[in-house]
Every structure is written in C-alpha cells, then in structure tokens.
C-alpha cells in the first residue's frame, strides 16, 4: 500500500467522527478523490477553530511537502489540542498513531529528497542515520515557543510499572494510570524513529537546542534531524529503503555496588551473571512495518522491587558501611536461612549504617541502554545511537521539569526562584556525554548534546503566531525537559566523573550510579521535601521533624492517606492528647521502608497523578505564601518551627470555609485551599512504641488560602485577614 493510500485510509475511517466537517472549516475536503491533489491545495486556514490557534503561520497546505509543522493534516491528528468539530461537538474518535506516523511519512514522502539533495541543503557536511525520541508539541513547549512543532532528542525516558502500556488518543500519549485500580501503574513506552541527520554547531536561530545556553552551546555540536526515514521507495528518491532497529539496555547497579564496596562477600565472575548484571527482560522494541519508528516497551513486572535470586538462591550479601542509604539493607538473612526485617529492630539506622551482616538483595526494573538504526541501502552513512533511559515512575506526570523552572523565574512573590532544597534542573539543560561503557562504544565522549531538545531546521522569516496565550495541555511527556538533570546522585540517570589518561575529566551519564533498588531514594528524596520536584512528592509531612527540612509541595491529605490510599503506603499523623498536652504522632522515619512497599504494589498515582501542571504551582506557591504570613519567611529554621499537619483542596459548599468569610467579610474566589499547621515543641518517643515519634504541638493555626487572599485563625480567636505583600 501507497503512502498515500494508507493516508486516505485513515482519513475515510475518521471522516465520520467529525473530522470531515473539522477539516472543511479550513476548505479541506478529507473524502476528495483523487485525495492528492487537495492535499497540496492552498487552503485559508482558520485558526480560530479550537486547537489550531498554534499551528504555524507559515502554513496554508494540508500537506507541506519537508514541513511537517505547516502542514495540516499532520497538525490535527497530531495535536492534543484538537479535540472537538467545527461546532465544538467533541470528535467521536481521534488517529492512532500509525495513522499519525502514516500522515508524518507522507509529509516527507510526497515529493521526495535525493541523497544528494540533502547533502547540497547540509553544503555537504557529512549526514548519518540517527535516532531520536520525538512528540509533536503546542507552541509553549517547542525549542522556539513560536508555534505547534516536533520537537526531538536522542534520550528518551520510558518508565517502570507492574501493567501493560496504554494509549490515550485524545492526549496523543501513554498515561501511566489503570483504571479502578489504585495500586495499578503502567508502563511508560517512548516512541523512537530514524531520520537522515547532520551534526551542527548550536543555533538558537535555526535548531536550538532548547534554553539555548550562549556560554556552551555555540561551541558544541549537536546532531539535527533533517530527513524523516522510512521503508520502501517514497522516502529517498533512487533508493529503496529498509530499516532495522536494535536496543540495549542492562541493569547493573547490584553489580557496581560490589565493585565499589569491598567484603562484600562477591565477586568476579560472579557479579557479571544475572541478576547483579541483568539485560533480558527489560524491555521490547515494538517495530512498526514500514513506518521507520518503534516503540521501546519496557517489560511490565508484577512488583515495582522483588527480592534478587542468584543461583536459585536469595542473593545475600555483607552489608557495606556508610552507603549513604543508596542501598536496601532491611532484610537480614540469619544462618538458620530465616529473614529479620530489620525495621522492627531499635536504632535500625544506625544498624544499617554500620553494616557487617548479611543482607538479601532487591532488584527493580530500570535501566540504561541505547536505540540503533541501520539502513543497508544508506550504509555509507555513520549509524548514530540515541541514549534510552527506564527510569522510575513519574508521581506527577502531568508536571514537567521545565515547565516549574520558567514558572519559578517569573513569580513576583518569589525573592529567588531557587525555592526548592536542591537547585532544578532539567535533563534536557545538561551537557554530557551518554553512557561510555556500553560495549560497542555506542557514544563518544566528544557528543555532549545527546540529552539537549532540537528542532527540525528552523525557516528563517517565519511568522510566528499572534499573542499565543494558550492554556497548557496537561500531559506526560518523554523528552528529558520533564526529567531530572540535576546529580545527586539522580533520578532517572547518575552522573559519573572520569579522569582519563591524559588527566582531564569526562562526565556521562549512567544508570548504574543510582540507588538499588529505585526505593531507596524515593524515600530519601521525598522526606528531603522532594528532592525532585515534580517526580516525587514532598514527603516531610508524613515524618517527624528532621533538621531544618520543610514542605515546600504539600501533598494533600487524601494523597496522604486520610482517604485510605496514601501514595507511600505511609501511616497518617494523628493528633493525639496525653496528660492535656496535644501532641501529632508519627511513624518514625527510621523505621519506613519504601521497598517493602515497593515489593507489596503499594505505592500510588491515583491522586498524585492527576494534580495538573497549574495545580502542583499553585500548591507550591500557596505553601511559600503561608511560611510568609507566619513570619518565617524564606528562613529555613524558622519554616521548620511550623510543620505542616494537613493541606485539603477545598470543595464548597465548606461549613468552615463560611464561617471564615462570614467572621472577615470576604468571599474568595476560585480555587481555595485549607492548610492546618503548628507549632511544634519537643519530640519524644512513646514508651509503647519505638517506631513512633510525637512532637508537642505549642499552637495550631489554620489558614484558607486563594490566589489573592489568606484567612488566618490562630488558636481559640475568630478568622482574620492576613496581610501579605505580594
């Protein structure tokens, strides 16, 4: 079948779920026979029809022939934005995506390249098959900002989960959610496809990379996709095209942790066999016949963290001293063959900081690796690999990384928009090279933009679209503008500093730097106010007090268990009374555990999940607002004197919410939210139970919170306005 046969294929099945009379709003006529010829038509665009307010200005062609962000057909079935008829009566199916590849193909097929005409277009700069993770974007989110566009990269971030994928067609994207199930989390694939590319110097004019770095990126190189490639004999004119794809993808961190730690009671050849080094069932690569893309599908596994078996055998091992809480040591395997978990023991911390017992290992799923492409007929070209991360789940996938720092640096109220514990940064931000020790060499030292964001070749003198203020589209991305770039040690990849011969220093990026299993640092990283934001929530309101950490995210009370389902599994603080003193119990922070949770599928998105980009900034904002109103400021000492004891999202009617207003004569408006907090006192630890913590509450206050108004109530006195400069 024809590119163009299996275009108008999937136009004729979507023509009567409103799409026909969608395209004609623009003079497009998605049933004409022959279907050619109104493809390449003129067409006066209306973009005033919800969802193509974004598409390029330059555009008036259903297909632009080279140009997939002026063509637009390839726009509607692409964008999330486009989601209801000229009537605004929500379209009755959406494409999936081998239509939306099939559209993308023809783009690039109708009238197609010669080699040599690509080499002219590069003046003859040498070109490569490369791969890249891409995703047709609204305009916000593009290298430019100027218009709805692809956007590429050569890592792409899939994600672990104990369920199959799934396809969401109105977003366009895989969600991470399962239906009626609260502990279900699916798998996250990335979509990686083959293109003609050249290596260029930066240029924030014409490719990028995205938050061009003018310090760096002019004296870097980085590969530009210029030609989409694809089987058959429409993608390059004289040639007839097929493509193979291959991947790699291994876990060793069980493996490197005995090579940094000695007496660990193993070695080689050992620790180079499964699971201490593990490469099969991590993931699949799903190829589309033809289409010249494939689907990296990491492998679906019944629990997020299992315990590790070697030899039929639970895989023990002498526990390390000081590993800094990067590896699982709760389990202790006692000679008699019984296992002690350890966190019913007292001073379990310092227990497993010490080390020198035998411990069992647990493994997870994520991994590093890489995607090739190799094209018999175009063998004459180098083979360029992209960098193909498994990283662990995403607990707010509806929040990007990049998103939050723009946000951040725009905020009035913000003193400095460095307001997290840890500096953000976006993977897509950092300038190092991929993995060095894959066998093969995949990547070279040298090729330090292979997490960078880039752009098709942008045409110089293109309008860009008028005064584009258009709601967000919440949805999960898996370029590595939405994943962590900052190292300490990681999120969904480490960093590792190398000397070599010559005595400078080379940094890359691998998978085996970071915590085995995954747990280990979800539970650090939250409980350090998330480490990560916008990947894991802000843990310090399920724990006692520990140094002068504070929420910064607060995750509400349902999202903390207050509903039954707590994202961590965590027991709920309580306020008790004892002796006529109030006091807020919690489960001791020393004796949780994130991967017996993990083991048990009892973490959660279910609300995490679904806290929208906006929201999440809100919450962030709110919570600076508040430590504002009661005198601590941006101190973090003083923050730390104030816990937060709950934080709802107020639904009214809300019996509390009107007595507030009635007592101060305000009404507030638009979203509103609840947060309980209080002074606290001195912590001890109840004589009934050591893996508890009490911290004496000196006073409580209560705070409603809008986007422009605070309410306060402290102890038995009647609401108040708060003041706040803003």
């Not at 995703?135 to 692809?150: F, Q």
């Not at 498994?390 to 640096?409: E, H, K, S, V």
Request: glycine share 8%; proline share 7%.
């Amino acid at each position: 079948m024809s590119l163009l046969d299996t275009v108008a294929q999937a136009c004729r099945r979507l023509a009567p779920y409103g799409w026909h009379s969608l395209m004609l709003a623009h003079g497009l006529d998605i049933l004409a026979v022959p279907l050619k010829a109104e493809l390449l038509k003129p067409l006066s665009i209306n973009r005033k029809v919800p969802g193509f307010a974004d598409f390029c200005m330059a555009g008036n062609r259903a297909i632009e022939p080279l140009r997939p962000e002026q063509s637009l057909l390839y726009h509607a079935f692409a964008s999330p934005r486009v989601t209801v008829d000229a009537s605004g009566a929500p379209l009755g199916t959406y494409p999936s995506p081998a239509e939306i590849e099939a559209v993308l193909n023809y783009v690039f097929g109708v009238n197609p390249p010669t080699l040599r005409d690509l080499q002219r277009q590069v003046q003859d700069a040498p070109l490569a098959v490369a791969v890249f993770a891409s995703e047709y974007r609204c305009a916000a989110d593009t290298v430019h900002g100027e218009h709805a566009d692809l956007c590429f990269s050569r890592t792409g971030i899939a994600r672990v989960g104990n369920t199959d994928a799934l396809y969401n067609p109105q977003l366009r994207c895989f969600l991470p959610f399962v239906e009626d199930s609260a502990y279900g989390i699916r798998v996250m694939p990335v979509q990686y496809s083959a293109w003609i590319a050249v290596q260029l110097q930066g240029n924030a004019e014409q490719f990028g990379p995205m938050d061009f770095q003018s310090d760096v990126d002019p004296a870097l190189k980085f590969w530009v996709p210029i030609h989409k490639l694809f089987n058959g004999k429409e993608c390059l004119a004289r040639h007839d095209l097929k493509l193979k794809f291959e991947h790699f993808h291994i876990n060793d961190k069980i493996r490197h942790i005995h090579l940094r730690h000695t007496g660990t009671g193993w070695q080689e050849p050992d620790i180079s066999r499964a699971p201490f080094l593990v490469t099969d069932g991590l993931a699949t690569l799903k190829v589309e016949p033809g289409s010249g893309s494939a689907l990296l599908l990491p492998e679906a596994k019944p629990r997020l963290a299992e315990p590790a078996y070697y030899q039929g055998q639970l895989l023990s091992f002498i526990m390390p001293k000081n590993s800094g809480g990067m590896i699982h040591g709760r389990s202790m395997l006692h000679d008699d063959g019984t296992v002690e978990d350890l966190n019913l023991r007292v001073g379990v911390a310092e227990l497993v900081k010490q080390g020198g017992y035998r411990a069992l290992h647990y493994q997870d799923s994520t991994a590093d690796g890489y995607i090739r492409a190799r094209c018999t007929a175009l063998q004459q070209l180098l083979s360029i690999a992209a960098y193909s991360i498994i990283g662990p789940m995403d607990f707010f996938p509806f929040c990007n990384q990049r998103r939050l720092m723009r946000w951040a640096q725009q905020v009035p109220a913000f003193a400095d928009p460095n307001i997290w514990n840890a500096r953000l940064e976006a993977l897509s931000n950092v300038r190092y090279c991929a993995n060095l020790t894959f066998e093969g060499l995949p990547f070279s030292p040298q090729d330090r933009g292979v997490t960078a964001i880039v752009g098709l070749p942008h045409q110089s003198g293109t309008p860009s679209s008028d005064n584009l203020r258009l709601a967000e589209i919440d949805r999960p991305t898996n370029l590595p503008d939405g994943a962590a770039g900052l190292f300490a040690p990681g999120w969904d990849t480490g960093w590792i500093r190398q000397q070599e011969p010559d005595g400078s220093w080379i940094n890359f990026l691998a998978g085996y730097q970071l915590a085995s299993p995954f747990t280990e640092d979800v539970k650090i990283c939250s409980a350090l106010s998330s480490f990560w934001p916008g990947l894991v929530p802000d843990g310090t309101g399920s724990f006692e007090q520990r140094a002068s950490l504070h929420t910064i995210i607060p995750v509400s009370s349902a999202e903390s268990g207050v509903s039954g389902i707590a994202w961590d599994n965590q027991p709920t603080p309580q306020l008790i009374e004892d002796e006529g003193q109030t006091y807020v119990r919690y489960g001791a922070y020393d004796h949780s555990d994130y991967t017996r949770v993990a083991v048990a599928n009892k973490f959660s998105l279910q609300l995490t999940g679904a806290v929208t980009q906006q929201q999440y900034q809100n919450r962030v904002l709110s919570m600076y607002r508040v430590y504002n109103v009661l005198g601590a400021g941006t101190d973090k000492v003083l923050r730390s004197l104030w816990p937060l004891r709950s934080f709802i999202d107020v639904q009214c009617p809300d019996a509390e919410l009107s007595v507030a207003q009635q007592q101060v004569g305000l009404v507030l408006r638009g979203w509103i939210y609840r947060f309980h907090v209080y002074e606290r006192g001195a912590e001890s630890t109840p004589p009934e139970d050591f893996k508890l913590r009490d911290v004496q509450v000196k006073q409580q206050v209560l705070l409603f919170v809008s986007a422009d108004t605070i309410l306060i109530k402290t102890q038995n006195a009647e609401w108040q306005l708060a003041l706040e400069a803003l």
